[in-house]
DNA sequence: ATTTAAGCGAGACGGTACGTCTCGTCTTGAA
DNA sequence: TTCAAGACGAGACGTACCGTCTCGCTTAAAT
């Protein structure tokens, strides 16, 4: 059900009406209204089935390793077709919509940027952390790139970005 | 006239439409169609003339300071009130309305990005640019966290944030 | 059961639904389906249970007695509270919904009208009717007059409407 | 415009919604709440305007000639295709609108009453009116039978009705 | 005593229409 | 000639019910 959304979305637009979500689900309205409590949410899920958006933690034994990893399968995914376009549209819902943005941040930023945040405590265990480099700041600084790679970028970032964010945060 | 859209727009809502501003303005809708595409460029020029948006580049003598300066500045715009607001739904709109998606990034994110650069380029020419930091990475990175902060945080950002950057980006 | 839809009546409204009956009288929406074809028809039933609707056709001798108790009758059913809107709704169902207005006009009207043709052919053979004065012509008139007071009158038709009546259709 | 509407209403079924009105006309769903409360109301206009319902009270010279002259108009309006089916769902609506009941009743059937009253008062002042046609039974009789016919009869009412009416009100 | 089946309450489902809202365009009338 | 005021066609919103359709659960009869 929710996949068939995800089409709806990539053919879709702004121009998405919960109206269209339900007449090309063949379903009625208020089946959606009774499931999701607005068609961000419906995004939102489809966002979860369709494109597995499961970010390896394996520990790769270095800290510069998990960093790449995390790194290149962010992007991965960001490459998808339609998943940029949705992440888009839900940042910009949790931005006008304040009931889904709270459930957005908490249901989905918060949760991205605490397995984030495991890989840096683990460096930090490891002890292969460079100084400086907080929870706090890595979380804020790879994310605040990735998502302003998506939201406000006229080109694609490409791999150096990849490389050198690693070196900033690695060494 | 554009300050009493600015008024509109600290009251005011994503339940802000062109009929409300035509309204509180005591303007005909068409004049406001007239002159600007659509409600997003009203903002945006509210933005533009009621917040002063000009960040300083003048030379602090060396890039930690500059960059100081700057994330210092950008942030005590933030801290006026409705301008968070703003930012946020007009960074909401351009995902939304392409049109002015592409007027956003071009006359406005691309322009504080280029202020970023040149001041990159003065610490290269000046010679105390650390080894890594591009003009790309840092001003992805800056921006990066500064968006990041606008549109995702649950809790404010301090100051530590800035000193944490500058250690980061300036060595 | 029936009785407890009347209640529903009477506090009720054209906002009378179908789920309404099925919540307020602690059943299934399945379970009214399966008894009658529809909401008007509930409405019917328990119009015919809760107030007894039998008008009197006892022989009191005369024509102008006979007509004059059921006058006498039907005005009084129909200062039961409730009965009126009831009367109401039903006719108007009957008009917007053809299958239903089939079943009310012969399961109802009709056994009305001949009730009170009995009493005119009674009167017929009696000797006692007044020339000119038809079945079909009275049972129009008596029933016009009663329905139009039901459906289109602003003010009650009290006594004196009655005793014209009689008068007029009984010398 | 209205005309339109009209043309929707004889086609039309209470399957007759202010969405199909307005598609129909080719206006959009706001304009007709504009200007009408309800589309009953757009219908009760509709009727006014195509159905020229206009009652000849000419002086015949004599109360069963403009009786007869009423009710024959009457008759003939009923005739017109369409016009019964309109009738019966005002009626219809009046039961179940309080709000149109009470435009309906005021604006409609008080106004015919006056019609047929001042009918009566014309008989009276000329003494041609036998005993006991009081304006009040009168009008309950002529607009009951009449209403009757169009709300509850089978089949229908022909001439002799109207012959039989004359006859009984006017001697 | 166990099975079978009917009727039940509950309520999700695909739909239709509602009346409200805002959009961006078009039309007036006064200054 | 300009512009405020606001009507207009369009169409999405979220709600209310419609009548149909499973679901398990409870009786009651037939085995």
């Known amino acids: 059900m929710t996949a068939a959304y995800e089409l709806v979305v990539e053919l879709g637009y702004p121009g998405l009406s919960v109206e269209g979500i339900a007449a090309r689900s063949g379903t009625g309205k208020q089946t959606i209204y009774r499931w999701w409590p607005s068609k961000?949410?419906?995004?939102?899920?489809?966002?979860?089935?369709?494109?597995?958006?499961h970010i390896p933690l394996d520990d790769t034994g270095s800290w510069a390793g998990?960093?790449?990893?995390?790194l290149a399968a962010s992007f991965r995914v960001g490459r998808m077709p339609g998943v940029v376009h949705i992440l888009r549209t839900l940042m910009a819902q949790a931005q006008i919509d304040q009931e889904f943005g709270q459930r957005f941040r908490v249901?989905?930023?918060?949760?991205?940027?605490?397995?984030?945040?495991?890989?840096?405590?683990?460096?930090?265990?490891?002890?292969?952390?460079?100084?400086?480099?907080?929870?706090?700041?890595?979380?804020?600084?790879?994310?605040?790139?990735?998502w302003y790679e998506v939201l406000a970028a006229d080109a694609d970032a490409g791999e150096e970005l990849i490389e050198e964010l690693v070196?900033?945060?690695?060494r």
Do not use: M, N, S, W
């Not at 998990?66 to 995390?70: E, I, R, V």
């Not at 984030?116 to 605040?144: I, K, M, S």
């Not at 070196?167 to 690695?170: D, N, P, S």
């Open 40 to 53: 961000a949410d419906v995004l939102l899920d489809a966002l979860a089935t369709k494109a597995d958006l």
């Open 107 to 146: 249901g989905f930023l918060q949760r991205r940027r605490e397995a984030l945040e495991a890989l840096v405590e683990r460096a930090a265990a490891r002890g292969d952390l460079p100084a400086g480099r907080t929870a706090r700041l890595v979380t804020r600084v790879v994310f605040g790139v990735i």
């Open 66 to 70: 998990d960093l790449q990893a995390f």
């Open 167 to 170: 070196v900033l945060l690695a």
